[in-house]
């Protein structure tokens, strides 16, 4: 069965510090995964995916497919960070879009 | 710009009435979604469409319906309101093929009395 799991409700950083939301999923199969975010009073929008291997507003996420996981990552937390981050999987083919719980980032300065 | 657009920003229903949530978008595309978003809970799929008149079961279809006569519409169902169906209803679009991004509609607060 496809499953996303993010096992922290929220994650309250410094600004400048660190940040990794974690997330892990379960797919057999080729996975498609992507992180999106919603600030407040927005709506969900992409952040990244892992066929783009690219980097945005400083964030990555590496897809181990060993450990089943695609963790999002910032050295720096910046303030405007602050948001709702939720972890999503589809298949290869396409086909359903399944979310996880999300994650409430709130970075203080 | 893209968009996807749902009828209604919030609604307030009362127990046992039919209440529908209706979705539009402008970009062609195939695969469109309906779920609800609870804290702690993320997003759930309700369900799921890949073409006209097609549809697939989410995780939490129990007392919702949906209905896509047309590529540009898809819309939910709930066919006799009960007060734990209270929430935020989203509504996404995307293409057919996997890895493409989802758009999403600005979402309808829904609340049942």
């Known amino acids: 069965a496809q499953r996303v799991t993010q096992p922290e409700k929220l994650l309250s950083v410094f600004k400048g510090a660190p940040v990794e939301l974690k997330c892990n999923y379960s797919?057999?199969?080729?996975?498609?995964l992507f992180w999106y975010v919603q600030y407040s009073r927005q709506r969900l929008q992409l952040l990244l995916r892992h066929i783009s291997r690219e980097s945005i507003k400083g964030f990555t996420a590496d897809l181990n497919k060993g450990e089943t996981s695609f963790h999002l990552k910032k050295p720096f937390a910046q303030e405007e960070d602050s948001a709702m981050y939720y972890c999503a999987l589809s298949g290869h083919g396409g086909g359903k879009l399944i979310f996880g719980q999300g994650t409430e980032l709130s970075v203080k300065p | 710009d893209v968009k996807v657009t749902q009828s209604s920003r919030y609604l307030v229903k009362r127990t046992g009435e039919k209440v529908f949530l209706e979705c539009v978008q402008d970009m062609d595309h195939e695969n469109m979604f309906w779920y609800r978003q609870d804290p702690g809970l993320g997003l759930r799929l309700i369900y799921f469409?890949?073409?006209?008149?097609?549809?697939e079961k989410g995780d939490i279809p129990e007392g919702y319906s949906v209905s896509r006569e047309k590529k540009e519409r898809f819309s939910l169902i709930l066919e006799s309101a009960s007060t734990n169906q209270t929430s935020m209803y989203l509504c996404?679009?995307?293409?057919?093929?996997?890895?493409?991004?989802?758009?999403f509609g600005q979402g309808t607060r829904l609340t049942v009395v």
């Open positions: 797919y057999s199969g080729s996975p498609e």
């Open positions: 469409s890949y073409d006209v008149k097609m549809k």
């Open positions: 996404a679009s995307s293409l057919l093929q996997g890895g493409t991004e989802a758009f």
